[in-house]
């Protein structure tokens, strides 16, 4: 069964950085796009960001937008997500996933908080 394992979050203040991980199980990795996903208490789920499978392609949603970059290894199967310039705002639950969302992990805290 394919598993997505998150980690990296944490606690931060404003402006600080962050460099989420996962590492992608059973899964032929490096065929496949990957996204990382937000979703802050109370409020639905956000896209954030895309990677397609050769990492060549990326895309942000505009809230990150110069501020987190997103990459892959295919040869560790890892996704990251290098996170800078935190605000409050960012503060949510962060998961990777494929872009169907049919397989995403358990996900990781990040809280932005002085």
């Known amino acids: 069964q394919v598993q997505l394992v998150e980690s990296g979050g944490g606690l931060v203040q404003p402006g600080g950085s962050l460099r989420l991980s996962c590492a992608a199980f059973r899964y032929t990795f490096s065929n496949y796009s990957m996204i990382w996903v937000r979703q802050a208490p109370g409020k639905g789920l956000e896209w954030v960001s895309d990677i397609n499978p050769d990492g060549g392609n990326t895309k942000y949603a505009e809230s990150v937008k110069g501020r987190f970059t997103i990459s892959r290894d295919n040869a560790k199967k890892t996704l990251n997500l290098q996170m800078n310039n935190l605000t409050p705002e960012d503060t949510a639950v962060y998961y990777c996933?494929?872009?169907?969302?049919?397989?995403w992990g358990q996900g990781t805290q990040v809280t932005v908080s002085s």
């Open positions: 996933a494929t872009p169907s969302l049919h397989y």
